[in-house]
């Protein structure tokens, strides 16, 4: 896996590379034919910041700490926030182990419940 320094994971977001920095890591997650996602995370799989699923970019709409605030400043994918479609942590942790269309029936079974 690439080594970055945090100031430089922009690049690796943009180009949605693997890559490990000091406490922020992006990996791909799913089949390259279906569901295929690209996530970064700060401090642990327990917090995606931002993935690319479908098309589209997904950010944690949550805070969590100073420091994972400073990872997401220097994460941020390379488009405006209005193109972000923002989520909270609950609802990235869905898309980050399910896919997009795993997070969709689990929300579906929330409102039927």
Known sequence: MKRVANK???PCVQNREAFQGSNIFAEWRGDDTFDARYIVYSYGKHF???IWADGKWYGNSDKYSRS???HQGQAHPPVAGSE????DTDAMRTI???G???WVA????????
């Open 48 to 50: 995606p910041m931002y």
């Open 96 to 98: 980050a182990n399910r």
């Open 100 to 102: 997009v269309a795993g």
């Open 68 to 70: 994972t605030s400073k």
């Open 106 to 113: 689990y929300e579906l079974r929330k409102e039927a419940a």
């Open 84 to 87: 972000i479609e923002w989520r």
């Open 8 to 10: 430089n994971a922009r």
